[in-house]
Nanobody, 121 residues
Framework: QVQLVESGGGLVQPGGSLRLSCAAS????????MGWYRQAPGKQRELVAQ???????GYADSVKGRFTISRDNGKNMVSLRMNSLKPEDTAVYYC???????????????WGQGTQVTVSS
């Protein structure tokens, strides 16, 4: 069974920074894409950033230039560095892995438990 465990959320003032991390564990052979989503109260969950196994990345327009996604393939970890945070970045942030190859075959759409990020003065 694969698990995704997130860490790093919290309360930060506008303009501040936070770093989120997500570690995947279990009988993992390989992971292709890894990503971060967020969901603010009353809004739909949205993709924030994604990184592929070749380290190519994609970002939502709202976070380009402020957030940086990275990964450590050897540790099956993905991180999200968030700079110049704004109140509108307040949300629960979720780690997502859409496809994992395990020793039992392909498994789909794993999510972390979510970590709260609050940007407020």
């Amino acid at each position: 069974q694969v698990q995704l465990v997130e860490s790093g959320g919290g309360l930060v003032q506008p303009g501040g920074s936070l770093r989120l991390s997500c570690a995947a564990s279990g009988n993992i052979v390989s992971i292709n894409a890894m990503g971060w989503y967020r969901q603010a109260p009353g809004k739909q969950r949205e993709l924030v950033a994604q990184i592929n196994s070749d380290s190519s990345t994609g970002y939502a327009d709202s976070v380009k230039g402020r957030f940086t996604i990275s990964r450590d393939n050897g540790k099956n970890m993905v991180s999200l560095r968030m700079n110049s945070l704004k109140p509108e970045d307040t949300a629960v942030y979720y780690c997502n892995v859409p496809l994992i190859l395990t020793d039992k075959g392909f498994e789909y759409d794993y999510w972390g438990q979510g970590t709260q990020v609050t940007v407020s003065s």
